[in-house]
């Protein structure tokens, strides 16, 4: 393998909405430059890098993937990502190892929610982006959205340095070729072909409009810069050599977003896209220098909590991207095979990295040694000798690395801010189905969190099972599915428990006296207490309003422990009693027969007493749902949403594409993921969040109530 100088080499981070053909497009990529010797396809599972049996098995890429293609002398990385809202966070982290996003825009579909959306991720990081509109091949490509919409659409949402650098060729045998705007040159291609085009004439039909989009493109290129200027106005144009020169710093400087033409499916443009790669995209060790944490060494035992997160009161060191600096790794992926163990993909963000090298986690402050330095593509792995800076490269077996990490020359410490994570989106119950299941599931389940970050697995404390949380419903389905055939674990996923509350609407006085006497001294407390609703989110208040020492001022805590206790316990099926205000008002003791106890007791008769009376109430939780679906869909979408006893909020549509908000009750969209799928033929996704806490209506509260089991009441007497 050869080995490549970060001057020559492109890291592109492949984006878009799901579905718009980035998989496709990278299989097309690598075979137009003979990595592969047929072109891969998702349908049936050969793409390069749609590996991952969840993804071929779900047709679509849930984690990222990498590849590269040796083209012209130079290596182009990709980085494949997943373009549905659920797993977007691996999209972003994949942002962090990339000098350039492609970002793919659907010529049927135009811009939707997932392109915009991580667009706005790159532009976060001042990403250079390069637009490339695919599908062009698709019968519908002109009729819904024709190219000059398209450009215009573009522009509004992303701004006026959207500019065309290709015209695509179509005519009555499809898309076929590109022109090239800058050498004013047609590539023609076979469609179905190798990928490799042939200079051809540009037809006559779109001349005229080549004509005028080379004009726009040198005008634009020329208006950063005075001395083309100066060259454009003297001479009507700019010679091709500035041109080029100057597009591309344009494009590193994000003055410029190219739009380029493809089908990643009929194999049109193709090669283009690579030289177009080579000669415009920006190399690592163009990149500004990267931005570090320089951590003073009296500050280790502080720097990692509990979560990964890094304590930041240190100096902010500038790191070049260069052979010639100290060596620094970031590990921004890390995947989990039940034969290699785990694989940590890393970027050398500077210096050399040579094999069978040892170095230090600066994260975790222990030394690693890594063997067997490869480079990924798509599942293999390819050994090479040494990386230089700015390269992508894998390597197996670390001890304690993981995602996030920053590795490198122990003299040298600096530390790298690891992309941040979403909170968990829904959590499933799970049950081992067998005894042997059991033993396996936590370790299994921790390899999966190892390259999953977004998976927490713990146990409730209250019923003692399994909870597994993440991103939505399709999330922990494929945490579960990998469980079975990469771990042979087998375990059954139950309904998340949906956690109710309950409260009162009205208002109630009650008195609990609590009396015993056996043998020796006897118990005594009493209390009268007064409750009243509080506005949702108001917790349980306790306010002590007792006058001229009914009850003795040590006692009146023990009445707020009864209280609370009793909150939390729950009066019609067991679920926390909230938003209340409970005052105690009045009350009697016995000077000998008085304790703590007593009136704990006390209070826990008083406080039921006041829940029988106060109408007591079953509250719900409310998510707040973001559903996207195409156009055709939307209606049997908003159908079915209103038998969810779903509201709408609100509808937006961009492209050919709907985003539907609405509240909807955490307990009828258990399983919509399965519904969504099948309602929109897979093309429509959804994310959710908890909002708010609504009463549940009182013919549906009557079924919660029957299946749940009522509190253990105490065996209390007055
Ligand atoms: N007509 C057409 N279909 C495409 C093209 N690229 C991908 N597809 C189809 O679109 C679907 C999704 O492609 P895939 O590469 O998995 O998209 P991804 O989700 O962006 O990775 C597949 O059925 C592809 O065959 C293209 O250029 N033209
Ligand atoms: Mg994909």
Same mark, same amino acid.
């Given at each position: ?126 990403? /250079? ?9 698709? #019968? ?25 650098? *290709? ?28 990928? &490799? ?60 977003? /190219? ?62 991207? @260069?052979?010639?600096?100290? +060596? ?38 222990? #030394? ?16 090479? *000798? ?29 530390? +790298? ?49 399994? +909870? ?16 079975? &055939? ?9 309904? /998340? ?41 108001? @917790? ?64 826990? +008769? ?42 709408? *909020?609100?509808?937006?549509?961009? @492209? ?25 033929? @897979? &093309? ?12 549940? #209506? ?21």
């Amino acid at each position: 393998m050869k080995v490549y100088l970060g001057s020559d080499i492109r890291n592109v981070a492949v984006v878009g909405h799901a579905h718009c053909g980035k998989t496709t497009l990278i299989s097309a990529l690598l075979h137009a430059a003979k990595m592969t010797p047929t072109r891969g396809r998702v349908e049936d599972g050969s793409a390069v890098t749609a590996y991952d049996e969840e993804e071929v098995a779900r047709r679509t890429t849930m984690s990222n993937a990498v590849a590269f293609a040796e083209w012209d002398g130079i290596k182009i990385n990709f980085i494949d990502t997943p373009g549905f809202h659920m797993f977007v966070h691996e999209t972003r982290a994949a942002m962090l190892p990339a000098e350039v996003a492609a970002v793919l825009v659907n010529a049927q579909t135009g811009i939707e929610p997932v392109t915009d959306r991580v667009w706005k991720y790159a532009a976060e990081v001042n990403l /250079p982006r390069v637009v490339v509109v695919n599908q062009v091949d698709h #019968p519908k490509a002109d009729s819904r959205i024709g190219r000059q919409r398209m450009i215009e659409l573009m522009q509004e949402k992303w701004g006026r340095q959207i500019v065309p650098v *290709q015209l695509p060729i179509v005519d009555q045998i499809g898309f076929h070729g590109v022109v090239d705007l800058v050498t004013m040159k047609a590539y023609l291609y076979k469609p179905d072909g190798d990928g &490799r085009g042939e200079v051809g004439v540009i037809p006559e039909a779109i001349k005229a409009d080549a004509k005028a989009a080379h004009e726009a493109l040198v005008e634009l290129v020329a208006e950063g810069k005075d001395e083309l200027m100066e060259e454009f106005f003297s001479e009507g144009t700019i010679p091709e050599e500035h041109l080029i020169g100057a597009l591309h710093e344009a494009i590193r400087e994000d003055r410029i977003f /190219p739009v380029l033409y493809m089908s990643g499916l009929r194999n049109v443009g193709t090669d283009h896209l690579l030289d177009f790669l080579k000669v415009y995209a920006p190399a690592p060790t163009e990149r500004e220098p990267v931005a570090a944490h320089g951590i003073l060494h009296s500050m280790r035992s502080t720097r990692v909590n509990g979560s990964g997160a890094v304590d930041l009161q240190d100096e902010i060191v500038m790191r070049k991207v @260069g052979d010639e600096e100290p +060596l620094a790794l970031y590990v921004y992926k890390t995947m989990t095979d039940p034969f290699a163990g785990r694989i940590s993909f890393f970027k050398v963000v500077s210096g050399m990295m040579k094999t069978d090298k040892s170095v230090v986690n600066f994260t975790r402050q222990e #030394p690693e040694r890594l063997c067997h330095l490869s480079i990924m593509q798509g599942r293999k792995a390819v050994e090479v *000798q040494e990386l230089h800076a700015g390269d992508l490269g894998a390597v197996a077996k670390l001890r304690v690395t993981l995602t996030g990490d920053t590795l490198g020359d122990k003299s040298h410490e600096i530390f +790298l801010e690891p992309v941040a994570m979403p909170e968990p989106a829904m959590t499933y119950a799970i049950e081992p189905k067998s005894r042997a299941d059991e033993d396996k599931l936590a370790p299994a389940l921790h390899k999966v969190m190892e390259e999953d970050s977004m998976v927490r697995f713990f146990r409730d404390p209250q019923t003692n099972e399994f +909870l597994v949380a993440g991103a939505g419903q399709q999330h922990i389905e494929a945490v579960v599915s990998k469980l079975k &055939r990469r771990y042979h674990t087998d375990v059954t996923l139950k309904a /998340p428990k949906i956690p109710y509350l309950e409260t009162v609407r009205g208002r109630a006085e009650a008195q609990g006296r609590y009396k015993k006497q056996t043998g020796g001294h006897g118990q005594y407390g009493d209390c009268k207490i007064r409750m009243e609703a509080l506005p949702r989110g108001g @917790g349980v208040v306790f306010a002590n309003d007792i006058f001229g020492g009914a009850i003795p001022r040590q006692y009146v805590p023990a009445v707020e422990k009864g209280i609370r206790e009793s909150a939390a316990r729950g009066f019609l099926a067991g679920y926390p009693v909230v938003d209340i205000k409970v005052t105690v008002f009045d009350g009697s003791y016995h000077d000998v027969d008085s304790s703590e106890m007593s009136f704990k007791m006390a209070a826990r +008769l008083a406080f039921r007493k006041c829940m029988e009376q106060a109408k007591p109430v079953l509250l719900e939780p409310v998510m707040r749902v973001e559903i996207e679906t195409p156009d055709d869909f939307a209606g049997a979408l908003l159908g079915d949403l209103n038998s969810r006893r779903g509201r709408v *909020q609100g509808m937006e549509s961009a @492209g050919a594409g709907t985003t539907v908000r609405a509240e909807v009750p955490m307990a009828e969209m258990l399983s919509y993921g399965t519904t969504l799928t099948s309602i929109t033929q @897979g &093309r429509g996704s959804f994310r959710m969040e908890m909002d708010h806490y609504e009463v549940v #209506p009182p013919v549906l509260a009557e079924k919660v109530l029957a299946n749940a089991k009522r509190p253990n009441q105490d065996e209390l007497e007055e």
